[in-house]
């Protein structure tokens, strides 16, 4: 099977429900990264990341008979991801997030920003405080590149639901760290 070409996502979990093991070794690979990426950004903590990324892809095996193959796989993958974290957290995990890019540009000061270390640690500081809901929608957004759409399907909320918490996360973060909020599209969620 190595001089096979690697399957879309459809066709792996077509061949995965028809008992072939292999094809879950690509989806394995195509999403261990993303997965461990994700739960790093949602917990800090390298090897809690390892764990529950192997733990998530556990579970979407286990739960692939469920799948509903109308849906996007990738976007039903990060949802069984996140349930996995989510779960994680719900046990008493602290959650901690790495730096945003959007904040040196969608926010104005009267002083100029810090440096970016010391921006890092203030972020580090604040994002802890804000809750579980609006810190999915914002990783899945701002360090996974889902559009606002894809992270309510992976949420399981309406998109106007995904850009309303899009849109307080950066709030909430702005004000917990002192920045005025720029005046330029204060109106839009996102």
Do not use: C
Request: aromatic share 8%.
């Amino acid at each position: 099977m190595s001089d096979e070409k690697e399957p879309d996502d459809s066709e792996a979990v077509r061949r995965v429900l028809e008992g072939d093991l292999d094809a879950y070794r690509w989806i394995v690979r195509r999403y261990q990264d993303l997965f461990y990426d994700l739960a790093l950004r949602m917990t800090g903590i390298p090897a809690d990341a390892e764990d529950l990324a192997q733990a998530a892809l556990l579970r979407a095996y286990r739960s692939l008979a469920t799948y509903d193959r109308s849906r996007s796989f990738r976007n039903w993958a990060y949802s069984v991801a996140l349930n996995t974290i989510r779960n994680h957290l719900r046990r008493g995990q602290v959650l901690r997030l790495l730096s945003l890019e959007w904040l040196s540009t969608e926010v104005a000061s009267p002083e100029p920003l810090p440096s970016g270390e010391t921006l890092l640690a203030r972020i580090e500081a604040a994002l802890p405080s804000l809750p579980v809901s609006l810190r999915e929608a914002f990783v899945l957004h701002h360090f996974h590149e889902k559009s606002a759409p894809e992270v309510a399907e992976a949420l399981g909320i309406s998109r106007s639901a995904a850009h309303v918490r899009l849109f307080r996360a950066r709030r909430a973060l702005a004000a917990r760290l002192g920045i005025e909020p720029s005046r330029s599209g204060e109106d839009a969620p996102v």
